[in-house]
């Protein structure tokens, strides 16, 4: 898959940290500070181009994820978007956190996609599992 990138800065170019790594570092296009229970949108400085058939997912980095409380909230880039890749972050830690300029802030994922084709039934399927929901397997 190729990915096509317009850099609107001086922001450092993503980057697989490690060979087999699933996620492409992201970093931070301007410095922030989230305060405890606030969220932020984080610029990256970035516009991207990548085939269809394909979405951007926004994941955390574990590293400000499990040391700092800050998570990354959903993120879902349509192949057809061509703005600023941005990341919506959420400070679920004690303490503020501070978001250095290019910093890194999150990895993208790539995944193929498929577009279901919508049949309005009057019934679903019988399975073994059936409407059973959250827990309906045990804890």
């Keep these: ?14 980057i697989y940290a490690n060979p087999n790594d699933a996620g492409l570092d992201l970093y931070a296009n301007e410095a922030h500070v989230i ?4 969220r932020a949108l984080i610029g990256t ?32 880039i349509d192949s057809g ?10 400070n ?4 503020a956190f501070t978001i250095e300029k290019h910093m890194r802030i999150a990895q993208m994922l790539f995944q193929r996609v498929d577009q ?7 019934e679903l399927s019988e399975t073994a599992r059936g409407e059973g929901s959250f827990g309906s397997t045990g804890v």
């Design 45 to 76: 400085g970035l516009k991207m181009e990548w085939p269809d058939g394909y979405a951007g997912l926004i994941w955390p980095r574990s590293g400000i994820s499990t040391k700092h409380g800050v998570n990354t909230l959903a993120g879902v």
């Design 116 to 122: 279901a084709e919508i049949e309005i039934v009057e």
């Design 92 to 95: 679920l830690g004690q303490e």
């Design 1 to 14: 898959m190729k990915l096509k990138i317009v850099k609107l800065s001086d922001v450092p170019t993503p």
């Design 81 to 90: 978007y061509r703005g600023e890749i941005k990341v919506a972050l959420i």
């Design 35 to 38: 305060e405890p229970g606030q």
